[in-house]
């Protein structure tokens, strides 16, 4: 760990150990509390866990380590002797370490190693057990209406605060309403929970918040916080991903109060459960919503090694609360996880089939996800299809009693008008094979394949003038994966094709020459012409790159006709002397024409050749054929098909629009892991396979696959000491601004140790054993006295003691975060879409602000109408460059469980300036002058009401009407500056209301939406 960060901890700790060494006279020494801290920040760098970095193979973050240094007594320790000598030789911490212990912390040291040098396991290591609930004396102003309390108030007893008073019901309903929906309650919801005087109204305010689907896109945002969820890729390219469908379950699986071990199981695992559904499986596109980097000359391996880790570390944050990443290059310098442990965790990740190629932001493994009108557009379209196909079915039903008179009526209708004509073989012979002639006139091969062939096929015709021969390359389900040929890629190569009228199949005619050749593909320079130009080594060949799957012809035309008389034959020869083995031809036909110019076939001429077999006779592609042709001549089967056509192809384009979520799999051949020699991915020492790490509680061995599935279930385990209690502190911090561990992403040895230790141990027993139900936790949470306590500070010396409430004597305030802020404003002023889910949105943002990070290669394009409107939770997130108006949000380039709060001026730029605050402010203020308030001080108290949940005080409403005067008076000197703010913003303005009284009032609304208190939950 960088020691900059080390300095930063020891910082955190300072005001901390000011609550705690205070109270380790009174109390008797706590190991973890008092003791450990110390050992970790101060020791631990150089006698730790890292084997790199021990120094004197001392440990002294293990009982048996530090039990070398310790003697029967601190005089007699060799330990404490180093830490109180003058010799800086001998010093400890040395002088150079830029470390030193306070003289408090040696006595404290001191009188630990006196009292028998206890050696405690950390704290968050421990099993967790449900610690019995304190009993506290009785509080007038303070009950004890959950154990929360009991525990909160009791810790505050043994400091000497007392607990602060309820807040007035105006400001609890409004910090409930942001904490469990992120939105401010309206103003009726406000009228009627302060009529409401029956003691369950609290309560039921309460359920009706946990019950709104409001409630799912607030637990979302931290959660896509923590799981780096963005539309784009990041990096140079940064292309943008379809992963929205993802964060629409998150949402929805909050509202459904799905169980956090079945939330935790699905988006590790989801798609290892047996017979994984969709939502299973999508639930899984939690791990691939890492970054992608597709720059140019990236390595793929190492990109693929890089999403991994982060897979892994990203694990260990979320649900041990522990910081892995530390572990890439060497052991962890303060817990005890090994290098080696690291990657046996980066192995239950490491057997994606994701190669890390590329920059394609839908990369496979991927999910196809419509959205819920995408389904009802298939669903409908099927619909419309399976009625089509029903009345197909009952006209074909119909027409088949007509088809045997159709199919003699076409036979002579294209025989009269046909180019070309089938031979029929009268003998056919082969050098090394067996041949039959089918009743298609084909001829078809059998018998092990020859690594070259020639056949010779005779017959007679009666065309008296031929101008051309065709030959038909045909499929046949005895050739390799029913392709043309017995070769490998179902290929064949005709090295020579030969021409001659004969008496009979001994004679040695000359053979009638050809001029040109076209065929249906060609493959490179094997050309049709290659088949008669002389040389064995050149020929016609069809492969593609595949196996060959479609059929081919060729047309041959003669210089000069070839005559034929009745009393001869034609003798037609075939050669496969290429160099390619068993490239010969499977099954072909050949037919003849006397057109004046020759071309290949049509449609037509399969026909013909099907309807002159007989109907028994005939192949199921001829009868399929056949049947064709006699429904298509119909009109009304025509009109059928062609509409069916359309929709058919209506459904592949929504098909094709679908959403591909990028989701988990493993491959069916696991990928070998090995230890990384500084984390590079082309340093591999040691192999490793997946194991659980050593020193937390594992499950015995089991006859189950030991894969990510099997990891997922150890998580969310009884004897995990970690998951409960990391999530715990997270929803603690969504709710109080700081959690009972402050350090939320770090339970180790260098995070912080809980003041509310047994509180949190028995909120993390208890959510297990309430089967990990979040509604519940939180209802359990925001129903205590400790949430519902005023926030206001009465005693200037209470709160010296306390400044940042860790012991909770107060109610927590703090400045909202920025997305919340915009879905304040946008809710306060009635401007806020109601719209659920579907693909992001881009509202407003200044330009040129993509194309400057970009290069020019991203353009913004606004959105507009209602989507400008929606939550926050719905605007595109583009990683290089985050939305402009989330200045205190995590990038979502990684991990992030850590809440940042920030208040600078700065913001006010945004708050004051940004379009969307200004069009809110607009849209408010036009509310107010719309609404039945008949004076100023009416019109101030309706803005007050909707935005801080009360009514304005006497002063506050003097300060903003002399405000508002002010203000009309500058706009009435100054109307063309009155014009340009009520004309910001894409929302219709009312033209009726009067221009300067319009602007006086934006301001006024402006102001009040910047106000400290609307800005901050209380």
């Not at 979320?318 to 996880?337: E, F, I, Q």
């Not at 088809?403 to 029929?424: F, I, M, V």
């Not at 069916?644 to 929504?654: D, H, P, S, W, Y």
């Amino acid at each position: 760990m960088p020691t900059s960060i080390s300095h930063l901890l020891l910082f955190l700790w300072i005001p901390l150990l000011g609550l705690l060494t205070g109270h380790a006279h009174a109390e008797g020494i706590d190991f973890v509390r008092d003791i450990r801290p110390i050992l970790s920040e101060n020791c631990s760098f150089c006698h730790g866990p890292d084997e790199a970095t021990r120094e004197a193979d001392l440990r002294l973050d293990t009982a048996d380590g530090v039990a070398t240094v310790i003697d029967k007594t601190s005089a007699a320790s060799e330990l404490y002797r180093r830490l109180i000598t003058e010799d800086p030789d001998e010093r400890m911490p040395p002088p150079e370490s830029n470390r030193k212990l306070t003289p408090e912390q040696i006595e404290l040291l001191r009188r630990w190693m006196d009292d028998g040098a206890k050696w405690e396991q950390h704290w968050s290591f421990r099993p967790i057990t449900s610690p019995p609930i304190p009993r506290v004396d009785p509080n007038p102003v303070a009950p004890i209406r959950n154990p929360i309390d009991a525990f909160v108030q009791s810790k505050l007893a043994e400091h000497d605060l007392t607990p602060s008073p309820e807040a007035p019901r105006a400001t609890l309903i409004r910090r409930l309403s942001l904490d469990l929906t992120g939105l401010p309650p309206t103003p009726d919801q406000v009228d009627e929970f302060l009529a409401d005087n029956d003691p369950d109204a609290y309560a039921r305010l309460v359920d009706r918040l946990l019950d709104s689907p409001a409630y799912g896109q607030r637990m979302a945002w931290d959660w896509l916080d923590a799981a780096r969820y963005a539309d784009t890729n990041g990096y140079q390219g940064d292309n943008e991903r379809t992963m929205w469908p993802w964060r629409d379950w998150v949402v929805n699986a909050f509202n459904d109060n799905m169980p956090y071990d079945q939330f935790t199981i699905w988006q590790l695992a989801g798609d290892l459960l047996p017979d994984a559904t969709h939502e299973q499986r999508l639930a899984t596109g939690f791990c691939r919503n890492h970054m992608i980097n597709g720059e140019g000359g990236r390595i793929a391996e190492e990109n693929r090694v890089e999403y991994v880790m982060d897979m892994s570390e990203t694990m260990g944050t979320v649900w041990l609360g522990l910081t892995l990443n530390c572990c890439r290059c060497h052991d962890h310098k303060y817990d005890p996880v090994t290098n080696a442990e690291y990657y046996q965790l980066f192995a239950y990740f490491n057997q994606t089939p994701v190669n890390g190629g590329g920059g394609d932001a839908q990369m496979a493994p991927n999910l196809p996800t419509p959205s819920a009108e995408q389904r009802k557009q298939l669903a409908d379209v099927n619909e419309q299809i399976a009625a089509l196909d029903q009345s197909i079915q009952t006209l074909t039903k119909s027409l088949a009693a007509q088809q045997a008179k159709w199919e003699q009526g076409e036979l002579a209708r294209l025989t009269a008008t046909t180019q070309w004509h089938p031979l029929h073989p009268e003998k056919v012979f082969a050098n090394h094979t067996q041949t039959r002639t089918l009743p298609d006139d084909s001829v078809l091969t059998s018998g092990p394949a020859a690594d070259n062939d020639t056949y010779m096929v005779i017959a007679k015709t009666d065309l008296r003038r031929v101008t051309a021969v065709r030959l038909e390359a045909l499929r046949h389900p005895s050739m390799t994966e029913g392709s043309l040929s017995k070769a490998d890629s179902g290929n064949f190569v005709l090295t020579g094709i030969e021409v001659s009228v004969v008496e009979s199949e001994s004679d040695e005619a000359p053979v009638h020459p050809f001029a040109t050749a076209e065929a249906t593909f060609e493959q490179g320079d094997l050309k049709a012409t290659k088949a008669f130009d002389g040389n064995p080594k050149t020929g016609w060949a069809v492969y593609e790159g595949r196996i060959v799957d479609r059929e081919h012809e060729a047309v041959f035309r003669f210089k000069e006709p070839l005559i034929p008389t009745a009393d001869k034959q034609i003798k037609i020869v075939l050669r496969h002397d290429s160099v390619h083995q068993r490239h010969n031809l499977g099954r072909f036909r050949l037919s003849l024409t006397d057109h004046a110019e020759p071309r290949l076939g049509e449609v037509t001429d399969q026909l013909l050749t099907a309807l002159r077999v007989a109907p028994d006779d005939r192949s199921a592609e001829q009868r399929t054929l056949v049947s064709d042709a006699y429904r298509d001549s119909n009109p009304e089967f025509k009109s059928l098909q062609d509409e069916r056509a359309k929709l058919v192809e209506r459904r592949g384009k929504i098909e094709k629009s679908f959403p591909k979520v990028m989701v988990m799999a493993d491959m069916s051949k696991p990928r070998e892991t090995f230890i990384l020699e500084r984390g590079l991915y082309n340093k591999p020492k040691e192999p490793v396979t997946a194991e659980l790490p050593a020193f937390l509680p594992t499950p015995e061995q089991s006859t189950e696959v030991n894969d990510r599935l099997s990891l997922a279930r150890w998580l969310v385990d009884s004897q995990n000491p970690l998951t409960a209690r990391v999530t715990v502190n997270r929803f603690w911090q969504q709710v109080f601004g700081i959690g009972l561990v402050k350090t939320t992403e770090d339970f180790g040895a260098q995070g912080e140790i809980p003041v509310h230790m047994d509180l949190l141990n028995w909120l993390s027993d208890q959510f297990r054993q309430d089967g990990w139900n979040v509604k519940n936790l939180m209802r359990l949470i925001v129903t205590s006295h400790t949430y519902r306590q005023s926030s206001k500070i009465t005693d200037q010396d209470v709160y010296q003691r306390d400044p940042d409430n860790r012991l909770l004597a107060r109610g927590s305030r703090y400045r909202l975060p920025s997305w919340m802020i915009r879905d304040q404003a946008l809710a306060i002023s009635g401007l806020l879409s109601p719209q659920q889910g579907g693909p992001a949105v881009n509202t407003y943002q200044p330009a040129g602000i993509w194309e400057e990070a970009s290069f020019g290669k991203k353009v913004y394009r606004r959105d507009s109408g209602s989507q400008l409107y929606r939550r926050s939770l719905y605007t595109f997130w583009r990683r290089i460059i985050a939305p402009t108006m989330f200045f205190d949000n995590a990038t979502r380039q990684t991990c992030t469980v850590k809440v940042s709060r920030t208040n600078t001026p700065l913001h006010a730029l945004q708050t004051l300036n940004n379009e969307a605050y200004v069009e809110a402010a607009r849209v408010l203020a036009a509310g107010a002058l719309q609404s039945s308030a008949a004076t100023d001080a009416d019109r101030i108290d309706w803005i007050m009401k909707r935005s801080v949940a009360r009514t304005a005080q006497d002063a506050e409403r003097s300060i903003l009407l002399a405000g508002l005067q002010r203000t009309r008076q500058q706009f009435k000197d100054s109307p063309e500056a009155a014009a340009k703010l009520i004309a910001i913003g894409e929302s219709p303005r009312d033209e009726s209301l009067d221009t300067l009284d319009h602007a006086a009032w934006t301001s006024l609304c402006l102001a009040v939406l910047n106000l400290d208190e609307t800005l901050n939950r209380e």
